[in-house]
């Protein structure tokens, strides 16, 4: 099923942080467990080496490494090479530089949980190249433009070489609670730059086969005719866990949203737990159907995006009708989708704060109420 042509006024995704998810990272938790870290210096040569050793590993961002208890931390690599270059003329100079923090794993590796930029700069500029071409400095003074690790002084490169790089480590024992505290702790580093979202950061601290079920369903073809057009934010991915999670454990919802769907996906980490194959059928049939009923344009309100609130619980009250085995009839689906975006207790349920426990179960309510009457 192929999706609906998108235009710029309906398919617009802001890039940095929305306010719900501002909101989002900064709700203060329930709880709020210690982590064990210590504090250790690096030389900039040792550094580079036990990352060609893969002693230090910058983790992919968004797909699992089943033999990391960390993995994807890292959005793309962002720096340009101004910054790149004055980074290393920095080290060359002598002057301060911010730390890195890292994570210990059980087996004694360490995860880059903050410090991507400057590793990876240091290791290409050690490596001598950078996006295919030769890393020759050029936006510094001129005593150093020109210059490549190869043809720096002995001088130089012994200045280099040990420049000592302060380093935060933190362990973990891979358990939900561990991972719990760490993404407290990143979190609160999470700043300036482009942000991370709260579910850029979930799908880092909890990769494995669910990580890869919810990417399998983002890119199913209904999913995507309703949704509309991949998220960079990997808010579409974010949408669909957040309906796994509620149709399985509504009942159990609680606040703050995100340590219910980090807890949801600690759980389910391995898919042990999961009937796997009925909860992929059940949201293949929901989405097929809200998708030929014409789910996507209904959704919308004054022409922007699709509304998540309204999108979760109606996909979710499509699921449960899809799980009782009774059939959607397009039109009567459509008839059913206008009552709920038309009714009052609708628009007050998705106004203002949609993680609150009352509104969240009030609007899979009302969903599931009209998607049983139809």
Request: hydrophobic share 40%.
């Amino acid at each position: 099923m192929a999706a609906a042509p998108d235009d710029a006024s309906t398919n617009y995704e802001p890039v940095l942080l929305t306010d719900e998810e501002v909101g989002e990272l900064t709700e203060a938790e329930t709880e709020a467990e210690p982590v064990a870290y210590s504090g250790t210096d690096f030389d900039a040569e040792g550094l580079v080496r036990r990352l060609a050793r893969g002693d230090i590993v910058i983790p992919n961002y968004g797909h699992g490494d089943d033999s990391l208890e960390l993995a994807g931390f890292q959005r793309g690599f962002v720096w340009r090479r101004p910054q790149m270059d004055r980074f290393i003329e920095s080290l060359l100079l002598g002057f301060p530089i911010p730390g890195i923090m890292l994570v210990q794993q059980t087996d004694k590796r360490y995860l880059v949980l903050d410090g991507q930029q400057r590793l990876k700069t240091l290791e290409a500029f050690y490596d001598g190249v950078h996006n295919g071409k030769v890393f020759t400095l050029e936006n510094v003074a001129e005593e150093y433009k020109g210059l490549t690790y190869k043809s720096l002084s002995p001088e130089q490169r012994r200045t280099l070489d040990n420049t000592f790089i302060q380093a935060t480590i933190v362990r973990t024992d891979g358990t939900n609670k561990s991972l719990e505290s760490i993404y407290q702790v990143f979190e609160r580093l999470n700043s300036g730059g482009t942000q991370l979202t709260p579910h850029e950061i979930r799908i880092a601290l909890y990769p494995g086969p669910f990580v890869d079920l919810l990417a399998q369903l983002n890119n199913y073809p209904g999913w995507r005719d309703i949704y509309g057009a991949k998220s960079p934010r990997v808010r579409d991915h974010e949408l669909v866990l957040r309906i796994l999670a509620l149709y399985l454990r509504s009942a159990e919802y609680y606040r703050p949203l995100k340590k219910f769907l980090n807890d949801f996906m600690g759980d389910h980490r391995d898919l042990s737990k999961l009937n796997t194959q009925e909860l992929v059928d059940l949201f293949h049939r929901a989405a097929d159907a809200l998708a030929q009923a014409g789910a996507r344009g209904l959704l919308r309100r004054a022409g922007q995006r699709v509304n998540a609130a309204l999108l979760e619980a109606v996909f979710v009250a499509a699921m449960r009708r899809a799980s009782s085995g009774q059939e959607m009839a397009p039109e009567r689906l459509a008839d059913a989708i206008r009552q709920i975006v038309d009714s009052q207790d609708m628009q007050a349920a998705t106004s203002g704060s949609t993680s609150n426990e009352d509104f969240l179960r009030r609007r899979l309510d009302l969903a599931t109420r009209a998607l049983v009457s139809i």
